[in-house]
């Protein structure tokens, strides 16, 4: 996330709103998963990680109710009184909007604010561009205004913004990957005590690339609204046997074959991916402390096909490109990545074999579509924090 960026969001930021001396920079990255799909929501185990695409946020405080947003990317515009509330069609001003909204809830009184935000995080690629916008803009409210709320508080935050502004029912992985990321580091996240693990992923010989689908997620809200809903279905029938389970995280591979003939085929389906996901997890982390990331590679694998054929959260394309990685020189492990029906898969490649691959995987989807995956090379970085710059910077700037 180049200062060029920051210069140029700062402008516009003057340009729109005149200078502002109380101004703050803040900068949020998206994150990619290299294991654990769809079991947050579970109070199970996730393996995600912060990355170097990034949302920056230039933002300063106002003395009335306004709120004045400028998405730069979109070149798109959003105002509102934060005594009027309510979803935008838009769908960007949501993720901000429902930040405000649940700080409200809390007893906060935020005042109004302006604000320019871009950034290199590819919208609609499962890296998790709805975590940064939200997390990115809690952050800076609570700098701005004083709140005094801890890490975990703006994650908490983020994701209550998007279940109930969004509507997306999504779990807990992306706001933690996004606030308490590490450089180097992956995340090794109980999503049930919320204790983070960090395993160092930083080696010069491996890579993480991402490779793009082209398909379009509009099933994604509402699909993933259904999935949790069917694990929930699952635990309820477990309950009737045994009271202490609260999630498929009290459940093993066990207690669910010997009530399978009580819940419909899909919901067995759903929660059995659920259970091995989870001990994958584990299984994955105990091959980085072993370093053996052949082993690893090989549960991506088994990720994926879980995803594809138990949880059905895949793509053909997303299926074509993790088979066509398989089949490239120098690929560790490739699989889907968040939430799925589209988005990106997620490639551990040897280093060396990087730029083969890129070009192989490119070739392979221009032959298939006449277009090329875009490509995301990316380095793991530390989640979200206030950009401090050097002083000549800022009298620069305003
Ligand atoms: C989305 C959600 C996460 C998680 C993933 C699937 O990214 O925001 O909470 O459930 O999907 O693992």
């Given amino acids: 996330m180049g200062l060029d960026r920051l210069q140029n969001l700062k402008i516009a ?3 729109l709103f005149g200078e502002n001396k109380s101004a703050i920079a803040v900068r949020s990255p998206g994150r990619v998963n290299l294991i654990g799909e769809h079991t947050d929501y579970n109070e199970g185990f996730v393996l995600p990680a912060a990355v170097d695409k990034a949302v920056l946020f230039v933002v300063a405080p106002r003395t009335d109710s306004q709120c004045r947003f400028f998405a730069a990317d979109l070149n798109d515009s959003f105002s509102t009184d934060i005594s009027q509330l309510r979803q935008s069609d838009k769908g960007w001003p949501n993720y901000l909007l429902g930040v405000i909204s ?26 998790s561009s709805s975590a940064a916008l939200e997390c990115g803009f809690a952050h800076a409210v609570n700098e701005l205004f004083g709140f005094g709320l801890s890490k975990l508080d703006l994650a908490r935050l983020g994701q209550r913004a998007e279940n109930n502004f969004v509507g997306v029912k999504c ?40 490779c793009e689908t082209d398909s379009k997620r509009s099933l994604v809200s509402s699909e993933y609204n259904i999935r949790r809903q069917q694990c929930e279905a699952g635990v309820s029938i477990l309950r009737r046997h045994a009271t202490e389970i609260r999630s498929l995280r009290d459940v093993n591979a066990e207690m669910l074959r010997d009530h399978r003939s009580e819940m419909e085929s899909i919901i067995f389906q759903r929660c059995a991916y659920v259970v091995e996901e989870n001990a994958r997890v584990l299984g ?33 394309d997303l299926d074509f490109l993790v088979d066509a990685a398989g089949s490239i020189s120098g690929v560790l492990g490739a699989r889907m990545m968040g939430a799925g029906f589209g988005g990106c898969t997620i490639n551990v490649v040897e280093q060396e074999k990087v730029e083969s691959f890129i070009d192989a995987i490119q070739n392979r989807t221009r032959e298939r579509c006449g277009k090329a995956s875009n490509v995301y090379v990316t380095r793991i970085q530390s989640g979200t924090s206030l950009v401090v710059e050097e002083q000549t910077c800022v009298e620069h700037i305003s």
Avoid: W
């Fill in 284 to 316: 994955a982390c105990a091959d980085l402390q072993r370093n053996d990331i052949r082993s690893f590679g090989q549960k991506m694998y088994q990720s994926h096909s879980g995803l594809r054929d138990g949880y059905q959260v895949s793509s053909p």
């Fill in 102 to 127: 649940e700080l409200r809830k809390d007893g906060l009184t935020v005042p109004g604010c302006d604000l320019v935000f871009g950034g290199d995080v590819p919208i609609g690629a499962g890296i």
């Fill in 171 to 210: 779990g807990i992985m992306d706001q933690i990957a996004n606030m308490f990321g590490r450089d180097g580091k992956v995340l090794k996240i109980d999503c049930r005590s919320l204790e983070i693990e960090y395993f160092p992923f930083e080696r010069n010989d491996l890579s993480i690339v991402l």
């Fill in 13 to 15: 930021f003057r340009n």
